[in-house]
């Protein structure tokens, strides 16, 4: 696609990407390069050091009044769109709060407006908690008989000069919205992480992609089937392709992907209009393995093209002779045609002509490798191997900052106990590959601090080892929002960000 090809709001997107935010990037990532031949001495594995931000402690919510997160000094937050509180429709927010992005930033008078879209990682529900929505997928319960609905998708979170002002329902009707990615053209895309082929009673199918507008009003409700139907975790978009790269959460079966959509100069709506999905496959490396992942691993990468991306599971024999059973339909035409897989593929985003991809269960001890993947080469390499659970946790959602700095979100089934105490943590990761630990989880509420806050009492307990999901900046860079994923709270977290590299 040449210059002209592109819209004007497109060129003048793309120049602010690649303009002021550049040069820390290439200084930052430029370090890799070390980092690769230093790892190759020291096995292959990331380092734990300490933060250029200094040492956590709790910090009280300045709206609730309770230390529910670990920061460092000089940094503070406000909480909102509690499991339970009330939203513009007047019914409870959803619960499991997962994948979230900032879709707009916008002038309204001399306000600065944000508005963010989130995740609600639930399958089966009462029809009392049903996400009554605009944009409504499957209204039928989760399976035939049942006295449940699915309880998965999106709310809308409007932010207004630093301070929360609403939450409004958006997507409903799916199931298991876990992440999913912004688009350049100011939406959202959410994933359902479904890996089964259960057909609901009223006859849909899930495991699809949905792509919501900031304007609760305008979002459909329906799949993107061409996108394919898997464990979808998180999406990313190449903005000047408007190609969409995901993820595949399903355990030792994960392939990694991309959409090529027929039109090409991306809008709300345009993916849903036609497409070609594609696996990756390592040249010369059929069916090659990247779980056991170490610093600086390298893939060279073409695409096979997937026929069927609403085909049911099955079973596949690869060239490498190596066979596969239980896969979703598209990672078994992918492993057929020698397509690769991680572990367990998580978190994806753009940065400055490069995807980083984080698998989960990846790395020498399965607790977490991010893969750097240049668009421009096709190439993928390895940039962070955590070595044991104190230098990374299974790393989940991950983002890359204004000032181009990698943020790691932690769902391990067991929590780290380190210096700081017991807890999920936020890890920053340096320039040079290594991991920093910028915040911990430190929800611990009581049923009388619930009722004080004005929170459901049920939401009381020991919350500590409860995952983050979902961080992601403004931006300018001022404000980063992330999620605990329960009780369910969103954060949106302030302070001297000029300390470090975030």
């Keep these: 696609m040449t210059n ?142 049942a006295t449940t609905k699915l309880g998965g998708g999106t709310t809308n979170l409007l932010f207004r000069d630093g301070n929360w002002v609403s939450v409004t329902p958006s997507l409903g009707g799916t199931d298991g919205n876990c992440a999913g990615g912004i688009t350049p053209w100011g939406t959202w895309l959410s994933c359902e992480e479904i890996g089964s082929d259960a057909v609901t009673a009223s006859g849909k199918k ?18 993107i089937v061409g996108m394919g139907r898997f464990a979808h975790e998180a999406a990313a978009v190449d903005p000047l392709t408007s190609t969409v790269y995901m993820t ?29 999905l594609q696996m990756a ?22 695409w096979v093209t997937i026929a069927n991306p609403d085909q049911n599971r099955g079973n596949a024999t690869g060239p490498s002779g190596t066979t596969i059973t239980g896969a979703a339909g598209p990672f078994v035409q992918g492993w057929q045609q020698g397509g690769l897989r991680m572990n367990r593929g998580e978190g994806i985003f753009f940065a400055q002509g490069k995807m980083f991809v984080m698998d989960t269960s990846g790395g020498p001890v399965s607790r977490g490798a991010i893969w750097e993947l240049d668009l421009a080469t096709q190439t993928m390499v390895c940039i962070y191997a955590s070595p044991n659970t104190t230098v990374g946790n299974m790393g989940d959602n991950l983002c890359v900052s204004p000032r181009n700095a990698i943020l790691i979100c932690e769902d391990a089934s067991s929590a780290t106990t380190d210096s700081f105490g017991f807890g999920q943590r936020l890890m920053g990761i340096t320039g040079g590959g290594d991991a920093y630990i910028f915040a911990k989880n430190n929800v611990q509420l009581s049923s009388t601090q619930l009722q004080q806050a004005g929170k459901r009492t049920a939401l009381a307990g020991d919350h500590r080892g409860n995952e983050f999901a979902g961080c992601c900046f403004d931006p300018t860079g001022r404000y980063l929002f992330v999620n605990i994923q329960t009780p369910g709270i969103t954060f949106a977290i302030s302070g001297p960000w000029a300390l470090g590299p975030l």
């Design 4 to 145: 002209k090809d592109i819209s004007p709001s497109r060129r003048h997107l793309l120049k602010g990407m690649a303009g002021a935010s550049a040069l820390p990037f290439v200084g930052a990532f430029a370090a890799l390069q070390a980092r690769e031949v230093a790892a190759a001495t020291a096995g292959g594995t990331s380092l734990l050091v300490a933060s250029p931000y200094g040492p956590i402690a709790p910090v009280n919510d300045l709206t609730t009044g309770l230390p529910l997160l670990q920061l460092p000094a000089g940094f503070t937050y406000k909480s909102f769109g509690w499991t339970g509180d009330t939203m513009s429709n007047g019914l409870p927010c959803p619960s499991a709060h997962d994948g979230m992005g900032v879709v707009v930033s916008r002038k309204v008078g001399r306000s600065t407006e944000l508005v963010l879209v989130r995740n609600h990682e639930v399958h089966a529900v009462s029809p009392s908690s049903f996400i009554d929505a605009h944009g409504v997928y499957d209204s039928g319960n989760s399976s035939a008989g």
């Design 281 to 302: 496959r390592a040249k010369g490396k059929p069916n090659a393995n990247l779980a056991g992942a170490l610093v600086g691993d390298r893939y060279e990468l073409d």
């Design 248 to 276: 595949e959460d399903q355990s030792g079966k994960s392939g990694f992907y991309r959409y090529v959509p027929d039109i090409r100069i991306g809008g709300h709506g345009t993916l849903a209009l036609g497409g070609v």
């Design 206 to 223: 899930h495991g699809y992609v949905f792509e919501v507008s900031p304007d609760a009003t305008l979002t459909t409700g329906q799949p």
